[in-house]
């Protein structure tokens, strides 16, 4: 079976047009799985707490006992 000029580029006509919609379908899937992986990272990240973060810290402090002073009066008559 031979085939014409016509029907030979007709048939790879049809077979780019498949793989171009076959492209596109792939992008779409790809975009899409991205944008999903994307998302569940974000959530995740903002669902947890960041490490590390503030801690409070409550400490009582005791006076220190004072040496008396000496001190100096003078009278004078």
């Known amino acids: 079976m031979t085939l014409d000029r016509e029907a030979l580029t007709h048939r790879r006509a049809r077979r780019r047009r498949r793989s171009i919609a076959w492209r596109w379908v792939a992008v779409a899937v790809l975009f899409v799985c991205t944008f999903a992986v994307g998302l569940a990272l974000g959530e995740a990240l903002h669902d947890n707490p960041t490490p590390g973060g503030q801690r409070t810290t409550e400490r009582t402090l005791r ?11 003078t009278v004078s008559r």
């Open 63 to 73: 006076p220190l006992a004072i040496a008396p002073q000496t001190i100096t009066v």
